[in-house]
């Protein structure tokens, strides 16, 4: 029973981790971009935490902002909708204030299904239709065609990193516990035999001085 | 413009907090590989001195001064994200 809760506990940390680092990674779609728009959005409490913040460049308000959006189409023929804000500075790392020169890059790019030109989109974030978030785009690059392969090394080196990162920590608490936690406790545990070892001593002297009341066996 | 600021000052404390914490950890790595070689045997003299000594050569060894890098691959990752993204 707890050895399946415990399970069921580190597979949901597991999936909650994997997730946000799915949401927060680059990913890169090959897409041919068919159109550039600003609309007026209504951004509510359930899917605010996929906007930018109310302090980064272009939200100009927590609830009703213009946004800047590119409308694209996959090689599969299924369309993808970005849309394209400031990040402002602390989360998703990304740095991103150029929001208007990237609409001015894919609005560039646009072209029709009979003079397609390919594009890669850098982008960060999830297209779920039913609480309407989008992936942020990032950066638009020019390619040759359609079928080009993509390597996540950035991913890659990225999640490497993380690693490192978490077996230094992991190796600072170990010697943390191994030279500083784990001595003190033994000199707490000296400290109680000592103090033990001194009444045990105690007792004996004054059981002893209750033996000498005592009268001498008679003969 | 805020946002950089504040994103700069709060990032330069953590990293401060980093430096630190990594420094107490090499130290810490540094004085117990000398004590287990003085433990071993085969070394003259007081233990004591013999790891002051050491500890004092590690004070001006590279390896000290790498820890430097808590503060240069933060930086420097957030240089080159800035570049990428907005300047390319």
């Not at chain 1, 392969?149 to 077996?167: C, K, R, T």
């Not at chain 1, 600072?172 to 001595?183: C, G, K, N, V």
């Not at chain 2, 953590?14 to 130290?27: G, H, K, M, N």
Request: proline residues 5%; without cysteine.
């Amino acid at each position: 029973m707890w050895r399946k809760i415990k399970w069921g506990l580190g597979l949901l940390v597991v999936t909650l981790v994997a997730a946000f680092l799915h949401y927060t990674l680059p990913q890169r779609d090959v897409v041919r971009i068919t159109n550039t728009y600003n609309r007026l959005t209504t951004v509510g409490t359930e899917n605010s935490w996929a906007y930018a913040s109310p302090d980064s460049g272009t939200a100009e308000s927590v609830q009703t902002r213009d946004i800047r959006f590119i409308e694209a189409i996959r090689p599969n023929n299924r369309v993808i909708v970005y849309r394209n804000e400031d990040t402002g500075w602390v989360w998703p790392p990304y740095f991103k204030y150029d929001s208007s020169n990237l609409q001015a890059e894919a609005s560039n790019a646009r072209s029709t299904s009979a003079a397609p030109e390919w594009v890669v989109v850098t982008h960060y974030g999830w297209r779920v239709p039913l609480i309407s978030i989008y992936p942020n785009a990032v950066k638009v690059t020019p390619v040759s065609g359609p079928d080009v392969s993509l390597i996540p090394w950035l991913n890659m080196v990225i999640l490497l990193a993380l690693g490192l990162f978490l077996v230094m920590l992991w190796r600072m608490l170990a010697q943390f516990h191994e030279r500083t936690i784990d001595p003190a406790l033994d000199r707490i545990g000296d400290t109680i035999d000592e103090v033990d070892a001194r009444a045990d001593g105690l007792w004996a002297r004054f059981s002893g001085w209750l033996n000498s009341w005592k009268g001498k066996p008679r003969r | 413009m805020i946002g950089a600021f504040r994103f700069a000052i709060f990032g330069l404390i953590l990293l401060i907090i980093f430096y630190f914490l990594v420094s107490i950890y090499s130290r810490s790595v540094q004085r117990e590989t000398l004590e287990k070689r003085f433990d071993a045997g085969g070394v003259e003299g007081d233990r004591d001195a013999y790891i002051a000594q050491g500890m004092a050569v590690y004070e001006k060894s590279l390896r000290k001064r790498l820890i430097w890098l808590v503060f240069v691959i933060p930086m420097v990752f957030v240089g080159v994200t800035v570049y990428l993204v907005n300047y390319q």
